[in-house]
């Protein structure tokens, strides 16, 4: 499984990109969700959305983000509205599929694409 990011890039303090991820496999019944890493920090969870269609977001970015899907097209985004600096960071996409057992998950992920707010 690959997958591809893209959308990143430069924008100003309160306006909006859209991050896309493409999967080169089905992401029908897998969880897809975004995590961002900025410079000297850890990885952390953006936005998740189940194989069940349930979605849940950092609190940081509720509100202002929007994960979707189309499992048709083996295709994730992510509407970022309302960008702050302390949105910048390398915005990575990750595709988990569960197992019967947990201990058993899958994680992929793609090399990420950069996102830059400038105040």
């Known amino acids: 499984v690959q997958l591809q990011a893209s959308g990143g890039g430069l924008a100003q303090a309160g306006g909006s990109l859209r991050l896309s991820c493409a999967v080169s496999?089905?992401?029908?019944?897998?969880?897809m969700a975004w995590y961002r890493q900025a410079p000297g920090k850890e990885r952390d969870l953006v936005a998740r959305?189940?194989?069940?269609?349930?979605?849940d977001y950092a609190d940081s970015v509720k509100g202002r983000f929007t994960i979707s899907r189309e499992n048709a097209r083996n295709m994730v985004y992510l509407q970022m509205n309302s960008l702050k600096p302390e949105d910048t960071a390398l915005y990575l996409c990750?595709?988990?599929?569960?197992?019967?057992?947990?201990?058993?998950?899958?994680?992929?992920w793609g090399k990420g694409t950069l996102v830059t707010v400038s105040s």
């Open positions: 990750n595709l988990h599929r569960r197992a019967l057992s947990s201990q058993n998950d899958m994680d992929y």
């Open positions: 496999g089905s992401i029908g019944g897998v969880d």
């Open positions: 959305t189940t194989a069940f269609g349930s979605v």
